[in-house]
């Protein structure tokens, strides 16, 4: 049953929500001052055209916690003392490939970004045809090739082609909210951050697919609680998940963080045998090697999930894939002690997320779970063949 989604700031006066004939459920992200407070879930049991502004005020005083206002109160008071003048420019990175129609509505969104000062920079990674170079060319964004394929050879182009030092990276099937920077420029006001990730909120919930994605396997989200991640404060298991530190579709980072741990692996992620991992790699790298990730669900993007099963089981296969290699390259990295890899592997990852889901999948589809499984299975295949060809790559071409 498809599902309207959209946000609702709280600060201001609360409208009714209209264009909901086709839902029997409007889920709601409610916001103060911009930061996230809680998700909500509204009814719509007689499949209205609206919902009434006194249905969703009576939503938000069931389901929004007080203490939740209270620390977004808090926070907003905090960041008045926060004047535009003082926050970094920002190099914003699109990394695309064959997919002009969803890129056009990212940068979309992009140039109504309310920020300072800014720079969009798309990188077309072993483009087919010329047709994001000529979408780039009639707007006010700069542009970048990167041939080699992959999409960490990419990420690896923008940070050698941004001009600022703040680089922060979205993906072409992303739209950014309006205040997306300011949190992330906020964020790195502190000193001590090298790092920051933020929320990735469900674009649409309109196919069975994203239904599932979203609220059986768990969706892009990573709560709407601000936290740090540094080294001393999280476990062994927490440090090889990393699924808390952040996704590639919304994080930045300072230029000088990649003097110190390297740049992205380009034998992995999407375009690679790897299938995915790049952006979890680097983040899990960040933490491992004693710098500071913050996770700020102000920095807040809207991602537009597949909308087929057939999709999301092969971005759940590529899952498999991406994640025993990027377990692989951790323990080629020496970031995690070869004992504490195996440990893991058997115990946290294929028993306890990938088995026993497979025996128990509740709500999520087997044959979703079974793709994930395969994906596990052939990641150390898929691993030495990205290794190899990463190789190849680099002896006729170079990382920028």
């Not at 420019?89 to 969803?102: K, L």
């Not at 979890?280 to 700020?296: D, F, K, P, S």
């Not at 909308?307 to 970031?335: E, P």
Request: net charge positive; glycine share 6%; charged share 25%.
């Amino acid at each position: 049953m498809p599902t309207k989604v959209l946000d609702l700031e709280l600060s201001k006066e609360i409208p009714p929500i209209w264009g909901t004939e086709r839902y029997d459920r409007v889920q709601v992200l409610a916001r103060y001052h911009r930061r996230p407070v809680s998700w909500m879930s509204v009814s719509n049991n007689q499949w209205s055209p609206v919902i009434s502004a006194e249905q969703v005020r009576h939503a938000v005083a069931e389901q929004v916690s007080w203490p939740l206002w209270q620390r977004l109160l808090r926070e907003a008071i905090d960041e008045g003392a926060c004047q535009a003048d003082t926050l970094p420019s920002i190099s914003v990175v699109v990394c695309t490939r064959d997919r002009t129609g969803q890129l056009a509505d990212c940068l979309k969104a992009l140039l109504a970004l309310d920020y300072p000062t800014f720079e969009i920079l798309v990188v077309d990674n072993a483009p087919s045809n010329d047709s994001t170079a000529r979408l780039a060319a009639c707007l006010p964004v700069r542009y970048a090739r990167e041939d080699n394929p992959g999409l960490d050879w990419a990420r690896n182009r923008g940070i050698a082609e941004a001009r600022h030092d703040i680089i922060a990276f979205t993906d072409d099937d992303v739209r950014p909210d309006r205040f997306w920077l300011h949190a992330v420029g906020r964020a790195f006001l502190d000193a001590e951050v090298m790092a920051v990730s933020g929320l990735v909120a469900p674009g649409e919930l309109e196919t069975a697919a994203q239904h599932q994605f979203e609220f059986a396997y768990g969706g892009m989200g990573k709560g709407l609680q601000r936290r740090f991640f540094r080294l001393r404060d999280v476990s062994t298991r927490e440090l090889l998940w990393g699924h808390l530190f952040g996704v590639g579709a919304n994080m930045a980072f300072r230029r000088e963080v990649f003097d110190r741990v390297g740049l992205f692996d380009v034998a992995l992620d999407v375009g690679t045998p790897s299938g995915s991992g790049g952006d979890l790699e680097l983040l899990h790298r960040i933490v491992a090697r004693g710098h500071t990730i913050l996770y700020e669900p102000a920095a807040l993007v809207w991602h537009v999930h597949r909308r087929s099963l057939a999709l999301l089981k092969r971005q759940l296969y590529d899952n498999g894939r991406g994640f025993g290699s990027y377990l692989l390259t951790c323990a080629r990295n020496g970031t995690i002690p070869f004992s504490t890899f195996l440990e893991f592997v058997i115990r946290e990852w294929f028993g306890r997320w990938l088995v026993r889901r497979l025996v128990r999948p509740a709500y999520l589809s087997r044959r979703l779970v079974l793709a994930e499984l395969l994906g596990a299975i052939a990641s150390p295949f898929a691993y030495r063949a990205a290794q190899l060809r990463a190789k190849e790559l680099m002896k006729s071409s170079p990382a920028p």
